[in-house]
């Protein structure tokens, strides 16, 4: 079935067609400029479809970027939210484009821009500088996504204010930080020093996150099993099932774990039980057999 007849089906909504054109990846490029009219152009379900062609199309749907970016910039969240995912398939192309959008005055677009430059990740390096001012954007969506976007990209330039900023950041900001760090894999022993000053039950969640950092970066790997250990006892089941997931991921730096881990398999909660019998298992199996 000939290209040209594919794109015509996708604008009358036919499903087959959406299937055959995404199936066909970079094969469908020739159709990128008439998929460009019709982000432009289309209703709702059309645009959606041909976006999500275009991201299959990847590098080189770069021709549409203009549309791309006025789809980014759309009132309908599902519609920006495509596009962003749509630009950060299309790479490195898109960087210069969305870099001007992270000033744009809609925190939407803000948002969108800083959730495609993640998903380019780390060719999208050129973006950072502007990525950091948005780490102290008005909003805390834009803010967020910002501090992920820099993990993705992982460029260590980004350490610095990030850094600083961690020093007075709380809730969900803090979070996002503590993974940028981990994903960041930093050697800045400041860094393994401002996360152990986060383990504190008074946050069950970021005790998780930054215990979880501490192990992977190798910094007070102690202190972060025995934060731990202690949320072995919280009264929130999910909340011990991931320490439970942590320790068993920190395999024998989690030795002194066994003994709550060893009570863990008398839990009420069947799946607290079998999580911690693989925890042992993982990190000093023949407790198991005693």
């Not at 959606?48 to 980014?72: C, F, H, N, W, Y």
């Not at 390096?125 to 805390?140: G, I, N, Q, T, Y």
Request: hydrophobic share 50%; net charge negative.
């Amino acid at each position: 079935m000939e290209l040209n007849d594919l794109v015509t089906r996708l604008w009358r909504g036919d499903d087959d067609a959406l299937n055959r054109l995404q199936l066909m990846g970079a094969e469908a490029a020739p159709a990128v400029p008439a998929l460009g009219d019709a982000v432009r152009q289309g209703g709702k379900r059309l645009r959606l479809d041909a976006l999500a062609v275009l991201e299959g199309i990847g590098t080189e749907a770069l021709p549409a970027v203009s549309a791309l970016r006025e789809a980014m910039h759309a009132a309908d969240p599902d519609v920006s939210v495509a596009a962003a995912n749509t630009l950060g398939a299309v790479g490195p192309g898109a960087v210069p484009g969305l870099i001007e959008d992270l000033c744009h005055a809609d925190w939407r677009v803000r948002y969108a821009a800083c959730l495609a430059l993640g998903a380019i990740g780390a060719t999208a390096h050129d973006a950072v500088p502007e990525l950091v001012r948005c780490v102290e954007d008005p909003w805390e969506e834009v803010r967020n996504r910002a501090v992920w976007a820099l993990g993705e990209i992982g460029d260590h330039a980004a350490l610095e204010p990030l850094t600083k900023l961690f020093g007075h950041a709380e809730g969900s900001m803090a979070l996002r930080i503590t993974e940028t760090f981990a994903r960041l894999g930093s050697q800045e022993r400041s860094v393994g020093d401002l996360l152990r000053e986060r383990l504190s039950m008074s946050d069950e969640d970021l005790t998780l996150s930054a215990a979880r950092a501490l192990l992977e970066l190798r910094f007070h790997e102690e202190a972060a099993v025995w934060a731990l250990i202690m949320l072995l006892e919280h009264r929130d089941r999910d909340v011990r099932l991931e320490a439970i997931l942590i320790l068993a991921d920190a395999e024998s730096k989690a030795a002194p774990a066994i003994p709550a881990l060893l009570a863990a398999r008398v839990d009420d909660d069947e799946e607290i039980r079998s999580f911690a019998t693989v925890a042992i298992s993982k990190i000093r199996p023949e407790y198991l057999s005693a």
